[in-house]
């Protein structure tokens, strides 16, 4: 017969175990580092890429399994992969499928910290890479080294709608591999797998968290081979996600499209309030007529993200446009967007690319929950004061 165990021993390793019949609506969070094998077989014949087995907390538990599921369904392919944020996600792509000669097209107005990146990769490994002009994709010029073109529609300052089926055409035609930056879309108002996507990347720190509160990304595909590649190069680099985030981000799911086509509405109010300023240049939305691709954006969007930017007519310096966003009172000051608080930007001409068309100030606007005419007439009251 067994000795009994003391009680300090038990309280390390109780006799009770977790209840099955417990059924709640809630997610819960699964948490492991060590995850422990029923015996010496099992351990041995563990297999990483069985997505129903788990082996050791980096490679994920039931929790992120399940996150990875629902990203999976909203983007409608098979697969999809956490990140600890969008840029590693990015980074994490570009440096498991990129060579020593390769070479990368990215958009000029792609994420800021993406062409930093492709700077290291050039630098360090001999990866090359060049710009395109997002709105003349026929200047895409691939060579027979284009590994991979990147798309990211609309960018994210400068708000350029590009014409994704086009340039998926014409890199899958060269034998380049497509990959999109959709967490404008949000997996909601683009189908960038129908329009020639290999790859959508989302940052799901914006709207699918959805409190300011989170960092993640993925990366989603219906290739079983670029999955797998994938699968190994995490392995390597030894990237995991929090099991904590991904139960927030899984409770924020379920209202997410509700809050993204809420946003809209809001967004295209205040726009189109904003379209008839006497300050404003142009109004950068692309739902909004005029703005650069509103066109394309017509032809494959159904809905938009409440991103967007304006320029200032150009004889208002940086110093009023400056003041302008001190004297915003609900739209707060900082980066990032996706959350339930109202956001602004400026950006200087020197932190734009080189093709964009417009001399005045842009400022970017993040519209959040709050009521869209108190955000009008805070716009109003900050207008105002830089007019006088
Ligand atoms: C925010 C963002 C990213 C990066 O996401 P993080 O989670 O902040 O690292 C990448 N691409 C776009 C378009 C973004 O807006």
Same mark, same amino acid.
């Given at each position: 017969m067994n000795k009994t165990d003391s009680k300090w021993t038990k309280l390390i390793q109780p006799d009770f175990v977790k =209840?099955? =019949?417990? /059924?709640?609506?809630a997610d819960s969070i699964e948490r492991a580092s060590t995850i422990v094998f029923d015996d010496v077989s099992k351990l041995r014949n #563990?297999?990483?890429?069985?997505?129903?087995s788990y082996s050791y907390g980096l490679m994920g538990t039931p929790t992120s399994r399940r996150l990875e599921k629902q990203i999976a369904i909203i983007e409608n392919v098979k697969h999809a992969i956490l990140f600890p944020s969008g840029l590693s996600a990015i980074t994490c792509f570009l440096i498991s499928f990129l060579v020593s000669g390769d070479k990368v097209l990215f958009p000029? =107005?792609?994420?800021?910290p993406v062409i930093d990146f492709a700077n290291f990769l050039k630098e360090r490994f001999g990866i090359d890479y060049d710009l395109y002009d997002p709105i003349n994709?026929?200047?895409? #010029? @691939?060579?027979?080294?284009? /590994?991979l073109v990147w798309v990211e529609?609309?960018?994210?300052?400068?708000?350029e709608v590009s014409d994704l089926y086009l340039i998926a055409r014409v890199a899958h035609e060269n034998g380049a591999l497509v990959a999109v930056d959709s967490t404008w879309s949000?997996? @909601?108002?683009?189908?960038v797998f129908e329009l020639g996507a290999d790859i959508s990347v989302q940052a799901l720190t914006k709207y699918q968290s959805g409190g300011s509160d989170v960092l993640m990304g993925s990366l989603s595909t219906n290739s079983d081979s670029i999955y797998l590649k994938l699968s190994e190069s995490i392995m390597k680099l030894g990237v995991g996600v929090s099991q904590a985030d991904c139960h927030l981000i899984l409770r924020s799911l379920p209202h997410y499209p509700l809050r993204y086509h809420a946003q809209d509405n809001s967004a295209r109010r205040i726009a189109n309030w904003l379209n008839s300023s006497?300050? @404003?240049? /142009?109004?950068?939305?692309?739902?909004?007529?005029?703005?650069?691709?509103h066109n394309i954006w017509k032809k494959y969007f159904t809905a938009s993200a409440s991103l967007f930017s304006v320029v200032f007519k /150009?004889?208002?310096e940086q110093e009023k446009i400056d003041a302008f966003v001190n004297a915003?009172?609900?739209?707060? @000051?900082?980066f990032s967007w996706g959350g339930a608080v109202s956001l602004v930007v400026p950006y200087t001409k020197?932190?734009?690319?080189? =093709?964009?068309?417009?001399?005045g100030s842009l400022v970017r606007f993040y519209i959040g929950l709050e009521q869209a005419d108190d955000l009008i007439n805070d716009l109003d009251q900050a207008l105002t004061k830089i007019l006088n």
């Open positions: =209840n099955d =019949n417990f /059924k709640s609506l #563990r297999n990483w890429k069985d997505k129903h000029s =107005n792609v994420y800021g994709p026929d200047n895409l #010029r @691939i060579s027979p080294n284009t /590994k529609t609309p960018g994210s300052v400068t708000m949000a997996g @909601i108002a683009l189908p006497k300050s @404003i240049e /142009k109004v950068l939305h692309p739902a909004i007529p005029g703005s650069i691709g /150009k004889d208002f915003l009172r609900l739209f707060r @000051i900082g020197d932190q734009l690319h080189k =093709n964009f068309p417009f001399e």
